[in-house]
């Protein structure tokens, strides 16, 4: 219901109170189907860019991010946002500077629209599968987010209103058949009516709740919704749509990461499942093998107590089966007389008797381990909540940390230095020197590095706003030549530029990299100051 016409009417109205006035300062996109809004106050703006300094807290900021996935979408609103320096896009660049004036939402629609000065406006249209986000300009359509859905090329803007005649007469004229009138009660309003005849009282009455409501976070159908009306189980109430929309954003996402981390770890133990039951199958049929074959032992036997008719050095012989009173043919070893011959049958069933036993306490061990592995997906399938899924997996040993995800502090990657508040990095060898450039510097931090001589990355971190001093560019060229083959010259050259002007080839060795544009500093190679 986060997507309802009456919610979302409530929800405008709030927008309304926190946007208008100020000015669009960024709009960018860093996943796929998602779109971040960020609007401040006229002379107080959001640093610009990839690269603003996120911890500085400024006035009159206001977030909004629009999700757009194609089975679900949704909107949530802060304050803050952490832009993401890698892999983001900036996105309908014609509102940038223009000021809001006013936020309206569509008649009996689930779409709703920011208008812009100069006759601007973005459409959010939370059509479920169809949801878009749509720019208009004098009422036609200028650009889309998803340029998949075409038709909404077609959109006019103040034809996006729906009128319904929503009269007593004219639900007597639909045979008293609500949905005619309402079609935008949505799935749990009609949930809650159910497919019964309804009286035009109780109609309004819900309507009356609906235009004047709460907002419910509920337990409904097994899934957490956001609600106008008290149906199922009530998580949380609510008196700010803002508040609410916020709290069921973070609720559904904590059911995805749920769900997410149920499909990773039942993956791998059905993965292991399915090995221990082949397994099973494998040990099963050589242990029916070993049983049904005739025993080197009892083979021994039978050549002890036939040496007497076993003339020659034979490949093969045919002797009684005082076992199964039949003759049986067995093959021998024509270097090893029969008694030999008899002894190596006795050492062969010493070890088929070590491979029964063997294969018997493998056989229990794995069908005590299918129990606990049955038993783990039991259980793990039926977690409703992520904190008891992690203490479960944590207890039973079920999750191993990913080399992947190990998030380790860059200070102990590489030396570190700091020199009027400016952070220098140094690379510790050639791998290093990748790492640091390859992973750790962004292409508005400064590179150096000494020229025409093997020796460290060096890296002066950007600050956002603040321009590196020539002191600080000096200590680093100092640095670059100390930690390379020119330490010990008078002077020494130092190549200077930023890292987006620096890349590796592919297949290049380590600490290889070509440098496309470049300064040249003479500087002495010394460590700074402390």
């Known amino acids: 219901m986060q997507n309802n016409y009456y919610f979302l009417r409530q929800l405008t109205k709030e927008i309304e109170t926190k946007i208008v006035g100020l000015k669009l300062m960024e709009c960018f996109s860093q996943e796929k189907d998602e779109l971040v809004f960020g609007f401040a106050a006229d002379g107080t703006p959001p640093a610009r860019g990839k690269n603003r300094n996120y911890t500085e807290r400024r006035p009159k900021e206001f977030y909004m991010k629009a999700v757009v996935f194609p089975d679900f979408s949704a909107l949530y609103f802060t304050e803050k946002f952490e832009r993401a320096r890698r892999n983001s896009v900036d996105l309908f660049e014609q509102l940038m500077d223009l000021e809001v004036t006013g936020v309206r939402q569509f008649l009996n629609e689930r779409c709703f629209a920011i208008n812009f000065e100069q006759n601007f406006s973005i459409v959010f249209k939370m059509y479920g599968t169809r949801s878009n986000i749509i720019l208009f300009q004098n009422d036609e359509v200028i650009d889309l987010f998803h340029s998949r859905i ?12 729906r009128e319904i005649d929503q009269s007593y007469e004219n639900f007597i004229q639909q045979e008293q058949d609500y949905r005619k009138l309402f079609p935008t009660f949505g799935k749990l309003v009609n949930g809650e009516l159910g497919s019964e005849t309804k009286s035009w009282e109780e109609i309004q009455t819900v309507v009356k709740q609906l235009e004047n409501p709460r907002y419910y976070l509920v337990h409904w159908q097994h899934e957490v919704h956001l609600s106008l009306l008290p ?20 609720s559904h996402n904590k059911v995805n990461t749920l769900d997410d981390e149920k499909i990773e770890v039942l993956r791998k133990l059905n993965k292991e499942k399915k090995q221990t039951e082949i397994y099973l199958q494998d ?3 050589r242990l029916e093998m070993v049983d049904s074959a005739v025993k080197n032992e009892e083979l021994g036997h039978i050549l002890m107590a036939n040496l007497h008719q076993i003339t020659g050095r034979l490949e093969r012989v ?20 029969p008694q030999k011959n008899a002894e190596n049958f006795y ?34 399938e039926e977690a409703e909540n992520l904190k008891s ?17 190990v998030v380790v502090n860059y ?56 321009k590196i001093p020539n002191s600080v560019i000096e200590a680093a060229a100092s640095l670059a030549a ?15 530029t930023q890292k987006k002007f620096v890349r590796k080839p592919k297949g290049s060795a380590d600490g290889q990299v070509v440098v496309e544009k470049e300064e040249v500093v003479m500087v002495e190679p010394k460590m700074p100051r402390e």
């Open 283 to 285: 040990a099963f049929r």
């Open 347 to 380: 050492r062969k069933s010493k070890n088929e008797k070590i491979e029964i036993e063997k294969l018997m306490e493998n056989i229990e061990n794995r069908e005590k381990l299918l129990v606990v592995i049955n038993t783990h997906i039991a259980t793990i």
């Open 150 to 161: 075409v038709a909404d090329k077609n959109l006019i803007f103040n034809q996006l209103d």
């Open 231 to 250: 149906v199922g189980e009530v998580i949380k109430e609510f008196t700010s749509a803002i508040e609410a929309i916020n709290a069921f954003h973070v």
């Open 411 to 466: 200070k102990e990657l590489f030396k570190r230095f700091e020199v009027d508040g400016f952070e220098i990095l140094v690379g510790k060898n050639s791998k290093n020197n990748d790492v640091l450039t390859q992973q750790y510097a962004y292409k508005e931090d400064l590179w150096l590095h000494a020229r025409d001589a093997t020796g460290s990355h060096v890296v002066v971190k950007y600050k956002a706003g603040k």
């Open 318 to 337: 045919e002797l009684f089966d005082f076992y199964r009173n039949e003759n049986i043919f067995i093959k021998l070893k024509p270097e090893l007389s």
């Open 482 to 496: 100390y930690f390379s083959k020119r330490r010990n010259e008078t002077f020494a050259p130092v190549i200077v």
């Open 389 to 405: 899924l992690r203490n479960y997996l944590k207890i039973n040993q079920l999750v191993q940390v990913s080399k992947a995800k």
